[in-house]
């Protein structure tokens, strides 16, 4: 076995955890996009992810660079032909409960996400894990089903948090984790209340109380951060960005991302089912101008790749708009005067309206004629996205291998678009498996190049975040890449 990779960290290397007692309320406000299915369950459909990035930890986490960093995991060694891969856990933690973490709470945990009968979407990150195993009560080891070159990458997901041994059908409601903070109360609707954990293993946390607040509508969470009842509003239109940085009361800070926003087609219904209707919409697309209009240019244009500009693996190529290409694809296709689509977005989130607006008039030249549909904030998820034909959608940075396998593997529990190309899951196949990373990464390429020819989903621009920030709060940055400590975190009174 050779080494890969070993970081050997302690708790000191964090030092500036907060001496003393917490102190001080820090709020903030989810979109409560589940509905009556949120949940603490990090795996879940519905896991309301404000919180559960604050009371849980995962094996490895992003560094400030967005690079894998150990986090319950010291480090991590992987055999010669990539197929097994060792983790080494820290020492002395401890969950909510009390109770010592271990490596059979990561073999519990992990071996919960594989389970077929969960039926979870994070089993797609780590589907080429075939079985995982303690070696002794600080040692993980898995086993692949074929070489992954990438496996820290993908445990850095948000969702693949470890609970406790055998907690799985109480951890929806308890949140019991090993992070700073602990669920003193959980509401979905309402308020939820997080509390300092003054064991955690990084140092006790500055902040005293963390409130969770549930806010389905954009615009009235926007209102409620001027207004001064949140703390941290996330997705700030750019046109207020002269507003809050005139004001004593805000900061604002710009952070570039691999998130991003669009419009999603199903594959698998008509008109969507014919590739070149597919095609011919985001050829009639002006990504630039889209951009423009509705975030003022806060961000890099994508030709539908959902990896981020700064990936190893991003696909760098142009997409320019081509109206006459797209009305001679949809003459051929059987629509040679045009069509009409409905599309379904909501106030879930704050750009979908003037997004789909800015669509309704680049399509029409080539014939395409959009008909907005407003639903309701309440359920969206459950109710609207996968389940109507062309909605609005939406997805936070991810690694490359699983943001391709996640969002576009015929299998995989989020496939929104039912996209399901035997071509395009070979591919996916081949490159997770070669170990040569100047190969890997062209296979990567050439995988995005293809959805840009072939998938059912719209992705104009990756976005530049517009974050806004009371003046009370201290020490919260590095919100991109999901790389924010929390318990340094701290709020002025």
Same mark, same amino acid.
């Given at each position: ?25 820090? %709020? ?59 983790? %080494? ?42 079985? &995982? ?11 692949? /089903?074929?070489?992954?070159? !990438? ?30 903070? /602990? &669920? ?16 955690? $293993?990084?140092?006790?946390? /500055? ?13 009235? =969470? ?18 207020? %960005? ?8 805000? @900061? ?6 691999? @998130? $991003?926003?669009?419009? &999603? ?12 209707? %597919? ?57 040679? !005067? ?56 939406? $997805? ?12 576009? =593997?015929?299998?995989?529990?989020? @496939? ?12 996916? !196949? ?8 100047? /190969? ?45 400590? $929390?318990?340094? &975190?701290?709020?002025?009174?």
């Amino acid at each position: 076995m050779r080494y890969f990779q070993s970081v050997l960290i302690c708790a000191l290397l964090f030092a500036g955890a907060a001496s003393g007692q917490p102190a001080g309320t820090f %709020r903030h406000a989810h979109e409560v996009g589940f509905g009556n299915l949120s949940s603490l369950d990090p795996i879940s459909t519905g896991r309301v992810l404000q919180i559960t990035e604050k009371i849980m930890n995962r094996l490895v986490r992003p560094g400030l660079d967005g690079k894998p960093q150990p986090d319950l995991a010291t480090g991590w060694e992987v055999s010669q032909d990539a197929t097994q891969w060792t983790f %080494r856990l820290r020492d002395g933690v401890r969950f909510h409960d009390g109770s010592d973490f271990d490596a059979n709470d990561v073999v519990y945990s992990i071996e919960r996400i594989l389970d077929p009968e969960m039926d979870s979407p994070v089993r797609s990150v780590i589907n080429m894990v075939k079985k &995982v195993e303690a070696l002794d009560p600080l040692t993980v080891r898995f086993t692949l /089903k074929h070489g992954f070159a !990438d496996l820290p990458l993908q445990l850095m997901e948000a969702r693949l948090r470890m609970i406790p041994d055998g907690s799985g059908d109480t951890i929806g409601r308890s949140g019991i984790g090993t992070g700073p903070f /602990k &669920v003193d109360k959980f509401d979905a609707d309402g308020i939820s209340i997080l509390s300092a954990n003054e064991d955690y $293993w990084e140092g006790p946390p /500055k902040l005293a109380r963390i409130e969770v607040i549930g806010i389905p509508d954009g615009q009235a =969470r926007l209102t409620a951060f001027l207004a001064g009842q949140l703390d941290m509003e996330r997705g700030i239109n750019p046109s207020l %960005r002269r507003v809050l940085q005139n004001s004593d009361r805000y @900061n604002v800070q710009d952070i570039p991302t691999g @998130n $991003w926003i669009g419009m &999603v087609f199903r594959t698998d219904v008509p008109p969507y089912d014919d590739v070149r209707v %597919r095609k011919a919409i985001r050829l009639a697309v002006d990504r630039e101008d889209l951009l423009k209009l509705v975030l003022g240019g806060g961000g890099i244009v994508s030709c539908d790749t959902p990896v981020g500009p700064n990936d190893q693996y991003y696909a760098d190529f142009d997409c320019p708009q081509d109206i006459e290409q797209a009305r001679a694809l949809l003459a051929e296709a059987g629509y040679p !005067d045009g069509l009409e689509i409905e599309v379904y977005i909501s106030t879930l989130e704050p750009t979908w309206p003037s997004m789909a607006v800015a669509l309704q008039e680049q399509l029409a030249p080539a014939g395409i004629r959009v008909k907005i549909i407003k639903a309701a904030t309440d359920g969206y998820w459950s109710q609207i996205w996968m389940q109507k034909d062309a909605v609005g959608t939406r $997805w936070g940075e991810r690694p490359a291998a699983q943001a391709l396998n996640e969002i576009f =593997r015929s299998t995989a529990k989020w @496939n929104e678009s039912y996209f399901n190309d035997p071509t395009f899951d070979a591919m996916l !196949d081949i490159a997770s498996q070669e170990l040569d990373f100047d /190969k890997r990464r062209a296979l990567y390429i050439g995988a995005q190049k293809y959805l840009f020819d072939h998938s059912g989903t719209l992705i104009p621009y990756h976005i530049t975040q517009l974050v806004g920030l009371s003046t009370r709060v201290q020490d919260l940055d590095a919100v991109k890449n999901d790389a924010v400590r $929390w318990h340094l &975190v701290s709020v002025t009174e």
